[in-house]
């Protein structure tokens, strides 16, 4: 990539940077009753990690941020996975999702919902997919 | 669920376990974790049998497993299932104990994969003699092929090893298929996956036209796996597999699951000329051939699997002579053939006996000596006194020769075939009187193998530089399970009337539902003299003929026929297999241009052609403006900016203009989306653009300089005509689906989910709620092929061609 990074390009990444991957959090939380979920939410999230690779050099954001993205789709899928088998132990068909609402403390009431564990698989998987792929590209020598 | 489902499943429950043992207590062999697996099944399964002589009851327990397609997971046991599932636990028990000796636990053998694949060849194997469901009977069916092919090529570095568990593979999957073709069809007759269910209406369906296909496709299934004649040439190379293996799956066990598919289907389509030709002469030609073939073998193993071919032909003829008795209804008439079913029961039985102990006896010979080559190995009479002992049970046992239990089976294979000989049925004086003179001249044959079989292992001259190691006698362990094998041959020579009402009647009454009336029993009585009748004599000829042969060996071990190994009918595998490779080569050739505009074009023409033939074919085209929505002012707007872009793009000569315009589409697009009040598909197409960007500046990277092509307006022209011509299809069909919804009054499904999104899935966002919900199913698949898409991505860049080199 790029040789020479400008400074401007840095500080403004330093910050924003963060910003998009806050908002990526809360948009996948948003997912159930809002515009999000875990596609979008593992998208942005993606997209705020790019952003570091692109203003920082790659190396030192291996050190910063030490995912392994291939475990990462491995993981996401396991998760997907197993809590649509749950269901099965209590006689529902695969992949019945359910819902309900209780008093959390701070929150108050609020919706638990067994989609929430897919929907992060979901987004691990997505997220994994995307910085794997363009790695795996961008560090390509040939 | 029932016990008798845990029965079927234990072995792939304990699969699950077994790696953690190998792991845990390496110093231990993981053989013994997995010995009391067969042993408790086994001795479960024994306190079925009917030891008091009673008419044996079918069992039968249900599981739905997809009820709406007609699917149960449903267990039956009666006398045949039974039978099989004694046999599978039974030989699968002293195999296991065999295995522990023959395998070493020694540094860098997975012993774990080789448990696992015999445990789920296991379960797999009484899951298909236990169901009742032809579709849980077709699925364990094909997993006991793939567990057979995985221990075939357990020692997969060797090449014959792939060879052989791709060709067995081949070979009885693509039976198992033609088998579920089959099923289908019969279900397409009776409405029904249950056998039993299948089977009482037996009577009804036999006019139906699909009638003799599905029986040709079932016995194309029941033919592959029992190894007949064409497709018998898979087993010789299945010999590859590690002994155990070869004994247990490629001789007792996996290869008579074509014997009790037959079985299993003959009150359906037996009492059919066709059914009794087939089989009968399938199965006759099968033992001439195998035993023939066996003659020429040099290789101990190699003898075993042709004689396993020829005797599974044996059982195979029997069944097929025996199912004229379904078409019977005089009683003489009935005991004539069922005698053949009586005889097929008992040699199943002799034979898991004597081929088994027979298999773990070479795998002993080929241990010690580490050669299995006849033309090297002689005099280990003296050496392994044991081991000879056993052969030599079991070769006489299989030459047919008194008191062993093959004796017995054989003279009423005799009987059977010269009885089937004179039936007044299916025209069977005909050609009838060739099935006594196969079956002798085959079994002049098999003694003549069994002769060269235990004298050139045991007798002549010892000659010590010819071997690998120095010939001993085998661990007692090793040794433990063939004795227990060579104990039941002769006991069930000795007192085989010990399996008549146990095991046989039951069987019997399995295989022929029809012949009894409410509470009778078939009687067997299985006696060694006969008197002096034909039978008899043909077994004396057999022995003489045998002899003679063998003594006057000298005379044509020189010829071409001896000389030669390999089955003559391989050829037409291999040069299918080259001919297979090298069509899909040339078909690539034309088609994978490593163009991804002629990939993109197919596609898109391939889509177009289908859906214009589906439109016009079905009268669907209609085009109708009336129901047509607002349109506003501003969407004209968007729409048309969206236009001049897209038709920008092939007039641009810079990359990176090119680039920008396909980006301005596609944020377009999410505006669209915006003003459609969409906000999710929005936010996606927004993000998507914005990767996609970042994706392009990598690419650009490693992109030459651009240099444009100039193409030639022909090629121009058929690209803008392949264009207008699927935007044309692509926007017909979306009007026609439009208006077709008016037509037929259909309610969108999207009005479902607007109502159950928040009551049935508590969600407020209807996009999400059917991603993660309703359709969640498809979401994990997306996302499987997003990981496997990476993984491509991740091969294809990592571990490039060199130049010159294919993919």
């Not at chain 1, 910050?15 to 159930?32: Q, R, V």
């Not at chain 2, 043909?538 to 060996?553: D, E, Y």
């Not at chain 2, 596609?603 to 016009?616: D, H, K, P, Q, R």
């Amino acid at each position: 990539m790029m040789k020479s990074r400008p400074i401007q390009f840095h500080v403004v990444t330093r910050i924003t940077g963060f910003i998009i991957l806050t908002f990526s959090i809360f948009l996948f939380f948003a997912g159930h009753n809002n515009p999000g979920g875990g596609f979008i939410g593992g998208l942005m999230t993606a997209s705020a990690l790019v952003l570091l690779y692109l203003s920082f050099d790659v190396q030192s954001i291996k050190k910063a941020i030490p995912f392994d993205y291939t475990q990462m789709i491995a993981v996401g899928l396991a998760i997907s996975i197993i809590t649509g088998i749950v269901g099965m132990f209590f006689g529902f068909p695969y992949l019945t999702q359910f819902f309900d609402y209780f008093q959390l403390p701070i929150l108050g009431e609020t919706e638990l919902t067994t989609a929430l564990p897919f929907d992060l698989g979901i987004y691990l998987v997505v997220v994994g997919f995307t910085m794997l792929t363009i790695l795996t590209i961008a560090e390509d020598e040939a | 669920m029932s016990t008798l489902h845990f029965v079927a499943l234990a072995p792939f429950i304990a699969a699950i376990f077994i790696p953690a043992f190998y792991f845990l207590f390496r110093r231990v062999h993981t053989g013994w974790f997995v010995l009391p697996i067969p042993l408790v099944l086994f001795i479960y399964l024994f306190t079925y049998l009917p030891l008091g002589g009673e008419p044996m009851e079918a069992v039968q327990h249900s599981v739905p497993w997809v009820p709406s397609l007609d699917i149960f997971f449903t267990v039956y046991l009666d006398g045949l299932s039974l039978l099989f599932a004694l046999l599978i636990t039974g030989i699968g028990a002293l195999v296991v104990l065999y295995s522990i000796y023959y395998i070493a636990n020694k540094d860098g053998e997975p012993l774990h994969n080789f448990y696992v694949y015999l445990l789920m060849f296991m379960g797999a194997m009484l899951g298909v003699v236990l169901s009742d469901n032809l579709i849980v009977i077709y699925v364990f069916w094909e997993l006991t092929s793939f567990a057979s092919s995985l221990l075939i090529a357990y020692w997969f570095h060797k090449e014959k090893s792939r060879y052989g568990a791709q060709k067995s593979m081949l070979i009885t999957v693509s039976g198992g298929f033609a088998m579920l073709a089959g099923f289908t069809l019969l279900y397409g007759m009776t409405g029904t996956f249950s056998l039993q269910e299948i089977i009482s209406q037996a009577g009804a369906i036999s006019a139906e036209p699909a009638f003799l296909a599905a029986m040709i496709l079932v016995l194309a299934g029941a033919f592959t796996k029992s190894a007949q004649f064409p497709f018998h040439i898979w087993l010789p190379d299945a010999m590859e597999a590690p002994t155990p293996v070869s004994a247990y799956l490629h001789s007792a066990t996996m290869v008579k699951a074509g014997i009790y598919l037959v079985a299993r289907f003959t009150p359906v389509f037996g009492g059919e000329p066709q059914w009794f030709w087939i089989i009968t002469s399938f199965g006759l030609f099968t033992l001439l051939w195998g035993s023939v073939s066996a003659v020429r073998q040099k290789d101990l193993k190699g003898i075993l699997a042709f004689s396993t071919v020829s005797q599974l032909g044996l059982i195979m003829s029997l069944l097929g002579a025996g199912s004229a008795a379904v078409h019977f209804d005089v009683v003489e008439g009935e005991s004539m053939a069922t005698v053949a079913v009586m005889a097929a029961m008992l040699h199943l039985i002799n034979h898991a006996t004597f081929k088994g102990s027979l298999f773990m006896v070479v795998g002993i010979v080929d241990h010690e000596t580490g050669t299995r080559d006849i033309r090297r190995l002689g005099g280990l009479m003296t050496i392994m006194p044991i081991t000879f002992s056993i052969s030599l049970i079991g070769i006489a046992a299989m030459a047919g020769l008194p008191p062993f239990n093959g004796f017995l089976s054989k003279e009423m294979f005799f009987e059977g075939m010269l009885h089937a000989a004179q039936f007044d049925v299916f025209n069977a004086q005909t050609f009838g009187w060739l099935f006594p003179i196969i079956a002798w001249t085959a079994s002049v044959f098999t003694f003549l193998y069994c002769m060269i079989m235990l004298f050139r292992t045991f007798t002549g001259e010892h000659d010590p530089s010819k071997l690998e190691k120095e010939a001993h006698e085998a661990p007692i362990g090793m040794l433990i399970s063939p004795i227990i094998l060579a104990g039941l041959v002769i006991l069930f020579g000795l007192f085989p009337n010990m399996l008549a009402y146990t095991i046989i009647e039951p069987s019997m009454q399995a295989v022929l539902p029809d012949l009894l009336g409410a509470g009778e029993q078939f009687y067997v009585n299985i006696y060694h003299w006969h008197g002096f009748n034909t039978a008899l004599f043909m077994t004396l000829g057999v022995v003489f003929f045998g002899a003679l042969l063998f003594v006057n060996m000298r005379r044509f071990e020189a010829s071409a026929f001896y000389l030669g190994e390999r089955d003559p009918l391989n050829w037409f595998y291999d040069s299918g297999m080259t001919g297979l490779i090298s069509g899909a080569q040339s078909v690539d050739a034309v088609q994978m241009t490593g163009k991804l505009r002629h990939y993109f074009m197919f596609m898109m023409v391939f889509f177009s052609v289908t859906m214009s033939y589906i439109l016009l074919s079905t009268n669907a085209l209609v085009i109708d403006w009336a129901n047509a929505g607002e349109l506003s002012p501003y969407l004209v707007l968007v729409v048309a900016a969206m236009l001049v872009a897209t038709v920008a793009i092939p007039f641009v000569s810079s990359r990176i203009s090119a680039v920008v315009l396909i980006g301005v589409v596609g944020f377009i697009i999410a505006l669209l989306f915006v003003v459609l009040r969409a906000p999710d598909l929005a936010l996606t197409q927004l993000l998507v653009e914005t990767v996609m960007v970042v994706l392009l500046l990598l690419v650009f990277y490693h992109l030459p300089e651009i240099r444009k092509e100039n193409f030639k307006p022909a090629f121009k022209i058929g690209n803008f005509v392949v264009s207008i011509a699927v935007g044309a299809v692509v926007t017909i069909t979306g009007l026609a689906v439009h208006a077709f919804r008016y037509d037929n009054a259909i309610n969108p499904i999207s009005d479902y989910f607007v109502e159950n999104a928040y009551e049935l899935a508590g969600g407020k966002n209807m996009v999400n709620v059917i991603l993660v919900d309703f359709r969640g199913l498809d979401t994990l698949l997306e996302v499987l092929v997003l990981g496997i898409v990476a993984i491509a991505a991740v091969v294809l860049v990592k571990f490039k061609a060199k130049d010159g080199e294919d993919v």
